[in-house]
C-alpha cells in the first residue's frame, strides 16, 4: 500500500514568512509523529498525536511552531514567522494503534532565506 | 533524557566486506529501530528490534537490552548499502508508548565497488 506522503517535497521562503507543511500518513495509522533533522544529525522528535490529539509536544522549539490533525488523518506542521535556523528537513512519520514501529514519509526539505 | 550512541561514525569498505555498526543506549527501552537514509534522505525500516535477533537477507540485527546495546551486521556488502544507518529507541515509560524516538547521530557507510 501507499507510504506516508509529505507535501510539498521542497519549500523555500523569506525570513519573517509563514509557512505550512503537510503529512498524509499510512491508511489506518493513528498515531502520527514530526521529527526534524538538521545537516548531519539524526532526527529530532517534535510532536506526537494518537488520533486527534496532541500526545506530546515537549520537542517543539519554541511558539512559533504548531501542528494539527482535526480529523485524525492528515497533519499540518505551522511555523509562523520563519528563522534562517528554522531550515532544516522536516519528516512526518506513522505507526498503527498498539504498534510501536514507525515508517516515515521522504520529509520537506524547508529553506529559509 | 535517553542517550544514544552510534559506532563507528564512519565506515569506508570495499564491496563484499562485512560490517558491523553498533547501537549503544542510556536506559530501558521498548522500542529500537534500525534504519538506513538513503542518499535522497529517505528513511527505509530494517528492523523493528527491541530484543533478540532478527535477519532479513544480507542483514541481521541483534539487541541484548539487558546490556543496553544493539548490533546491525551487513555481510557481502554492495554499492546500495551506502547511505547513513540511524538507531532509534524509545525509551520504557512503564507501559505507556509515548512514541518519541531518540536517534543516534548515525554511521555513514561508504562501500566503494
Do not use: M
Not at chain 1, 531550515?87 to 515508517?103: D, H, K, M
Not at chain 2, 565506515?11 to 535522497?40: K, M, Y
Not at chain 2, 539487541?63 to 520504557?92: H, K, M, N, P, W
Request: proline residues 5%.
Amino acid at each position: 500500500g501507499a507510504g506516508v506522503s509529505q507535501t510539498p517535497s521542497n519549500k523555500v521562503t523569506e525570513k519573517g514568512k509563514y509557512v505550512e507543511l503537510r503529512c498524509d500518513p499510512i491508511s489506518g495509522h493513528t498515531a502520527l509523529y514530526w521529527y526534524r533533522q538538521s545537516l548531519g544529525q539524526g532526527p529530532e522528535f517534535l510532536i506526537y498525536f494518537q488520533g486527534t490529539g496532541a500526545a506530546d509536544d515537549s520537542g517543539l522549539p519554541n511558539d512559533r511552531f504548531f501542528a494539527v490533525r482535526p480529523e485524525g488523518s492528515v497533519s499540518t506542521l505551522k511555523i509562523q514567522r520563519t528563522e534562517r535556523g528554522d531550515s532544516a528537513v522536516y519528516l512526518c512519520a506513522s505507526s498503527l494503534t498498539g504498534q510501536r514501529e514507525q515508517f516515515f514519509g521522504p520529509g520537506t526539505r524547508l529553506t529559509v532565506l | 533524557g535517553i542517550q544514544v550512541e552510534q559506532s563507528p561514525p564512519d565506515l569506508i569498505l570495499q564491496e563484499g566486506a562485512n560490517s558491523t555498526l553498533r547501537c549503544n543506549f542510556s536506559d530501558s527501552v521498548n522500542n529500537l529501530q534500525w534504519f538506513h537514509q538513503n542518499p535522497w534522505g529517505q528513511l527505509i525500516n530494517l528492523f523493528y528490534i527491541p530484543s533478540g535477533t532478527k535477519q532479513n537477507g544480507r542483514l541481521s540485527a541483534t539487541t541484548v537490552a539487558t546490556e543496553r546495546y544493539s548490533l546491525l551486521y551487513i555481510s557481502s556488502s554492495q554499492t546500495t548499502d551506502s547511505g547513513v544507518y540511524f538507531c532509534a529507541v524509545e525509551r520504557d515509560a512503564g507501559g505507556t508508548s509515548y512514541g518519541k524516538l531518540t536517534f543516534g547521530q548515525g554511521t555513514i557507510l561508504t562501500v566503494h565497488p
